[in-house]
T-cell receptor
């Protein structure tokens, strides 16, 4: 069945460091891919998305590229800020059922000043 | 902006109580969802609804039921709360007309069952 695997956290970085959070998926066909972010005490917010192979989603300095050949959608940011501290979820939207989302287990990012 | 609200941010209930969690969305979305979020497990789908009075079981429906009498409101019911239902509950909505069907989430309800 469809699934999403993302790197375990927590990830601790100093401010202005580079960030990569790995995400790989298993799916039938070519699903849409998402990164959601959850700030402390809040619900999930959509960070970025990509709907087809080689698409690059970007928002707030974060980027992720839909790689069909490696079934990956890694999240990257060149210079993190303390305000980026949150939990990040990779997710896919199943092709065969658009109501079905599969979420990764989440990666907690701590950014220190 | 889509707004999804949940009736309580924090809730403490006793074992055996009947618990109602309410969710309201203001964007006329057809689809609504209930998830629970547990550390290390990510989000797991409990139930979803694609229309008024319509519902489908998700991955972990046992011990839960839902009600959708109006389009904007989706309720999650714990018939007899148990300690293993202590969790964060997240409501979400989406519209099939807005591909790729991204989901919009409420702030969550942290339920503790003692």
């Amino acid at each position: 069945g469809d699934s999403v695997t993302q790197m375990e956290g927590p990830v601790t970085l100093s401010e202005e460091a580079c960030l990569t959070i790995n995400c790989t998926y298993t799916a039938t066909g070519y699903p849409s891919l998402f990164w959601y972010v959850q700030y402390p005490g809040e619900g999930l917010q959509l960070l970025l998305k990509a709907t087809k192979a080689d698409d690059k989603g970007s928002n707030k300095g974060f980027e992720a590229t839909y790689r069909k050949e490696t079934t990956s959608f890694h999240l990257e940011k060149g210079s993190v800020q303390v305000s980026d501290s949150a939990v990040y979820f990779c997710a896919l939207n199943a092709v065969y059922n658009f109501n079905k989302f599969y979420f990764g287990s989440g990666t907690k990012l701590n950014v220190k000043p | 902006d889509v707004k999804v609200t949940q009736s309580s941010r924090y809730l403490v209930k006793r074992t055996g109580e009947k618990v109602f969690l309410e969710c309201v969305q203001d964007m006329d979305h057809e689809n609504m969802f209930w998830y629970r979020q547990d550390p290390g497990l990510g989000l797991r789908l409990i139930y979803f609804s694609y229309d008024v009075k319509m519902k489908e079981k998700g991955d972990i429906p046992e011990g839960y039921s839902v009600s959708r009498e109006k389009k904007e409101r989706f309720s999650l019911i714990l018939e007899s709360a148990s300690t293993n239902q202590t969790s964060m509950y997240l409501c979400a909505s989406s519209s099939p007309g807005q591909g790729p069907y991204e989901q919009y989430f409420g702030p969550g309800t942290r339920l503790t069952v003692t």
